[in-house]
């Protein structure tokens, strides 16, 4: 049961018996005879101890000892209750924050020593040539675009995490969104070898959505298919309508995603450890952003992949919602 579970001691040992008796761990055993030295007084010290059990080097346990008073006469104690609780899942998070952050600092600092280097050189004598001018705007350009879109990211998803989040659904032209999206990722895919098709239906009913976070989303997936593809792959964007359901469709002909990968890609921070996937850089905020966003408007993301072959990402929305039922326009 729990207590074995969590410090890998049958209950049977522990109860009416000394911390030594059951323990190895020094730590543990010094805190409870510590607690139990302090019975019968009633200033007892409240504090808590971290350890990691020796049966799961993995784990960090926090073990908070309280005095238990006689219900007859609180100035008498009558022992301690001990509680152990699993920190391990904190300790991970504040873990991944902090490696986070040095690794969100690093990608801010290479793109703006990059366009540092670019925009002095524009000043400068080497300048002077079209060609360099050409390539260093265009350089400085993509730099911006990447930095815009980590900092939309962080920004977004922290604002879902502190609850500030609202959706502002507006009435939209859901194809002119996609073609807006669609014309931006090829620029920004430009050079490295992709076919880009989008394919549309002629028409779509306008849909109630909040236009920025579904272009944000949109755009997660479409950079995913960019980076995770192959040289000479192909990037598809796709929409049809059934029935009042709307599927936004991101496929691609890239590394694709196993089976043990798929369940965690929507985790915040989970990279895959594919070789290939570490090539590119990332934060594996992309995808739990754009679930949050998708779930926000009731829809849902799928995804469905063969690992070596590629992957395709489905969002599936109602298009009469009712808010927009609410505002009396569906
Ligand atoms: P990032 O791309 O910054 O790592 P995401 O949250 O967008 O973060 O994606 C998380 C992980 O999911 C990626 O690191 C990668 O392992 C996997 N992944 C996402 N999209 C694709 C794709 N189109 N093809 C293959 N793997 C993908």
Known sequence: DKITA???????????RMAREWSDHPHLISYLSRHSASNGQVGYISDSIQITP????????????????????????????????????????RRSRGE??????????????????????LLGEDGNSDEFRVEAVNVIH????????LINNMLALTKFELGGMRINRQRVRLLELLEDA????????????????LDLPKEMTAVYVDKD????????????????NRPDGKVTLSAEEMNGVIEISVQDS????????????????FRSNDADVRQQTGHGLGLPLAQQIIQMHQGELCLESE????????????????????????
């Open 213 to 228: 976070l579904l272009r944000i989303a949109v755009n997660n997936l479409l950079t995913n298919a960019i980076k995770y």
């Open 254 to 269: 890239g590394l694709g995603i196993s089976p043990e990968d798929r369940s965690r890609i929507f985790d915040k921070f």
């Open 100 to 121: 986070f952050v040095a690794q969100v600092a690093h990608e801010l600092k290479t793109p703006l020593n990059v366009m540092a280097m670019y925009s002095e050189s």
């Open 54 to 93: 020796e049966h799961d080097q993995d784990k960090l346990l926090e073990v908070t000892a309280y005095p238990l008073f006689s219900p007859k006469d609180n100035a008498h104690l009558l022992g301690s209750m001990v509680v152990v609780r699993d920190c391990t899942e904190e300790q991970l998070m």
């Open 182 to 197: 669609f014309n931006n990722i090829i620029q920004s895919g430009r050079g490295k070898g992709l076919e880009f098709a």
């Open 6 to 16: 969590q410090l890998g001691i049958v209950k049977g040992r522990i109860i009416g």
């Open 142 to 149: 993509d730099d911006v675009e990447r930095l815009s879109t």
């Open 307 to 330: 690992h070596g072959k590629g992957s395709k990402f489905i969002i599936r929305l109602e298009r009469g919602t009712e808010m927009a039922k609410q505002a009396g326009v569906a």
